[in-house]
């Protein structure tokens, strides 16, 4: 994928944010394996990573970005796709508002991001 070490811009009430979604594909130890980095606009010294375990990502050659994984989403089907915008705002809302503050500092690491998919509505999101 093109541009994987950019990161991206994203208003979120009001406030701003640097995200990206990142994985490896090659490694087969640790997959599926993934992370979203956030960012925070107006303090750049926090640096907020979410890791996903158990949502398997499809990663074929290079549609991810239009396509995703089925699963449900308070009980209506829908495609998960977390290199979206639109995922990954949700996410930094959740996190925000229940894991960390904007104005912490340093780097804070959230290793359960498959139970906050969970907790924000999401299910049956494991590969098929």
Known sequence: ?????????IVVKEKGYLWNYYYDNMDFA???YSYYLFVPEENQRLKVRVYFTRYAP????????????PCLY????CVLNLCRPYFA???IEYVFANRCHASDLGELEIRDGDA???AMGYMDFYAR
């Open 1 to 9: 994928m093109k541009n994987r070490k950019k990161l991206r811009y």
């Open 116 to 118: 906050i998919l969970e």
């Open 74 to 77: 308070k009980g209506e089907p």
């Open 89 to 91: 705002g949700q996410m």
């Open 30 to 32: 640790n997959y599926p």
């Open 58 to 69: 499809n990663m074929n050659i290079d549609v991810y970005t239009a396509e995703g994984t």
